[in-house]
């Protein structure tokens, strides 16, 4: 199923492009008021931001209307789609934008029956609307689940992409249902990625690591403190020791009256050497 950000935020669009997660945008007039600017720079922005289909919805009520704003937003880019409610108006406009080879999404659908139709008039994406469903107490699932097998029994082109979105339950749902898309907010985007025993495995790995590096660094450097201790206690036994033989050195060869050479130290004339005993 792919993965359409449901939002007119850039920089939201631009994360989940990061990630590479981000399939195509649903765009609708509630997300644009909630950013501003002019509606088109944001249709362009976001077009180069993903090469996906990015849908841009007509506010007009009647097909001429629909057919003027959404052939302005199809010049906006090669990868725009225009928006259409589900209406006797949006079906006319839908049919008409199919002959112009302009692509389109119909919004605003509660019923297998207006998806049904939508299709019929060449919509390329059909939006059931979920969570608006669930809000009334109706199981917004059934839609996509009936639509999906509609459109596998009668082969119908026409992609089912799941809107109104509430939360990561409805993207598991939608998947299973066999929606081909499904569009979420941001937030739901990130609320699938984390899960509590992620977070805190990430949490327990990351102190895990930093305690072991922590005693490892310690056991480094006790041992290099050892090998400098012991280095040191060498120099100063070796230092020591060479003191000491020069101190012998210099006490015999004062004994002898001399600095206590060997020649020194043989017998004086007179004396008898060891060599000459047995002669
Ligand atoms: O793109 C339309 C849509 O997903 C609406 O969502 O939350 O306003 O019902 P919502």
Known sequence: MKIF????????????????????????????????????????????????????EVVAEDAEGMLREGRAFAKLARNIVVKVPMSEEGLEAISRFADEGIKTNCTLIFSSNQGLLAAKAGASLISPFVGRLDDINQDGMIV?????????????????????????????????AGAHIATLPFKILQQMIHHPLTDKGITTFRADWDKARQAAA?????????ATETTATAASLATATGASADEKGSRKGSR???????????????????????R
């Open 5 to 56: 950000l449901d939002t007119a935020d850039i920089e939201e669009i631009r994360i989940a492009a990061r990630w590479g997660v981000l399939d195509g945008v649903t765009t609708n007039p509630s997300l644009y008021a909630k950013v501003g600017g002019s509606y088109e720079d944001i249709l362009r922005e976001i077009c180069r931001i993903t090469p996906g289909p990015v849908s841009a």
């Open 144 to 176: 996509i689940r009936e639509l999906a097998e509609m459109f596998a029994i009668h082969d119908i082109e026409s992609e089912i992409l799941s809107a109104s979105i509430r939360n990561p339950l409805h993207v598991t749902q939608s998947a299973l």
């Open 218 to 226: 310690a056991k480094t450097s006790a041992a290099s403190a050892e």
């Open 256 to 278: 002898n009256g001399s600095n206590g050479t060997a020649r020194d130290a043989a017998p004086k004339s007179g004396g008898r050497s060891r060599s000459s005993r047995g």
